[in-house]
């Protein structure tokens, strides 16, 4: 009974020592504390695990293939708006207009043009002119400074303000339980759904800021998989990447998550079979194993790290203290050797979780090669299922693109 309330309450982590679990549980309309033997948790782990593979496997293959529909959708609705505004080779006053990108920027401009007419109306009536125009000239400058911006760095901002705010909700009182329902993942929990939450999730500041540099440090692949640095790879126009980039982040998240998941299945089934230990609790007390939560967005680093690699791949890095180059890619073989290490090791190194790494940089190589072909292929399968217009195919940037 007690094992039952433990499920409808916490995910059942393993802890450090046999020491009691408290639990809170809603009885009432007050909080009551259980305290619960970590053995007495332990000894109810299974030890078949099927529910615990194909389930989880299933969830974020849908959970992936959902975003990437819902994204090539309103790519394909922002692109067929904008082109119709501004076709391919009109003359708009700024530029003539060569593909989907200009005409986004173009309606963007009117945009931001009559919104800054409409409030001076409304402010003129209340506060003096100059007042006014300091007011309007300064939203002119922030809005322009917002339309030049890259799709690449939206997409970063997005990530790191979405980051910040969870790991900020868990300062709130009373918010830990919810923490650990909703965005901490336990191979043995028996929740799927934090396997695409706990990414966007840190354990602490340190964690949130390294993973976060990575991001920005590596954010030429996200440039080389939007439309921010001239991508010859693009054979479809976008009027934004931010979706493309969007749904990136999270395929890689969820797809490193599982495959972290499904190491520790792989590895407590091992253990299982070679020890034979009466519960999960002579396994962590007796043997030393212990499974751990895990959360960070690591996994989406090692994946731009290796688009950046794969997709670059003539990129050179300077060595100040050698005063020459070396090949950019030769930089992540350190980090890819001591993960391969703890993965062979069945243990983690400094703390690291080197499933998510390895198979976050194994997305990101795939997607260089496959991914973006993917990507565009749904966009037109999307297009052709909905009824809208068929996206537009880029023979060269700066010249008149055709339908597919």
Not at 348 to 373: D, Q
Not at 382 to 392: C, D, L, Q
Request: charged content about 15%; proline content about 5%.
């Amino acid at each position: 009974m007690l094992v039952h309330r433990l499920k409808l309450s916490l995910p059942r982590f393993v802890p450090s020592n046999n020491a009691l679990y408290q639990v809170p549980h809603r009885r009432y309309g007050t909080t009551v504390i259980y305290a619960i033997p970590a053995s007495e948790v332990l000894s109810a782990m299974p030890v078949r695990t099927t529910r615990l593979v194909i389930r989880p496997t299933l969830f974020v293959l849908a959970s992936v293939l959902g975003v990437y529909t819902f994204c090539a959708y309103e790519t394909n609705n922002h692109t067929d708006f904008y082109l119709s505004q501004y076709p391919v080779n009109t003359d708009t006053g700024y530029w003539i207009v060569r593909n989907a990108d200009q005409a986004r920027q173009c309606c963007e401009i009117d945009k931001t043009t009559e919104r800054s007419r409409r409030w001076k109306e409304r402010l003129d009536s209340f506060l003096p002119a100059p007042m006014t125009h300091s007011v309007i000239t300064t939203y002119i400058k922030l809005a322009t400074m917002w339309n030049e911006t890259q799709d690449s760095d939206r997409t970063l901002l997005g990530v790191t303000a979405l980051t910040t705010a969870i790991f900020a909700s868990r300062l709130l009182p009373g918010s830990l339980p919810h923490v650990l329902k909703l965005l901490f993942h336990h191979p043995f929990s028996g929740r799927s759904h934090t396997l695409i939450t706990s990414p966007f999730n840190h354990l602490g500041m340190f964690h949130l800021v390294s993973n976060i540099g990575g991001l920005w440090f590596l954010k030429i692949g996200y440039q080389w998989l939007a439309q921010d640095c001239l991508p010859e790879q693009l054979s479809v126009e976008e009027a934004t990447s931010s979706y493309h980039l969007l749904s990136f982040t999270f395929a890689a998240g969820a797809f490193s998550m599982l495959c972290s998941h499904l190491y520790e299945i792989a590895l407590y089934r091992s253990r299982v079979r070679s020890l034979a230990p009466p519960s999960l609790a002579a396994l962590t007390f007796n043997q030393g194993w212990q499974v751990t939560p895990t959360c960070g967005i690591s996994g989406v680093v090692y994946a731009l790290a290796a688009v950046a690699i794969f997709g670059f791949s003539d990129n050179k890095a300077h060595l100040i203290f050698a005063n020459g180059d070396i090949p950019a890619w030769t930089l992540i073989i350190p980090l890819l050797a001591l993960d391969t290490a703890g993965l062979l090791a069945g243990r983690r190194l400094m703390y690291m979780n080197h499933a998510c790494h390895l198979s976050g940089f194994a997305f990101g190589t795939l997607y260089v090669y496959y991914g973006v072909e993917a990507w565009e292929k749904l966009r037109i399968i999307v297009a052709r299922v909905s009824g809208g217009e068929m996206p537009a195919k880029v023979l060269f940037r700066h010249q008149v693109s055709d339908n597919v």
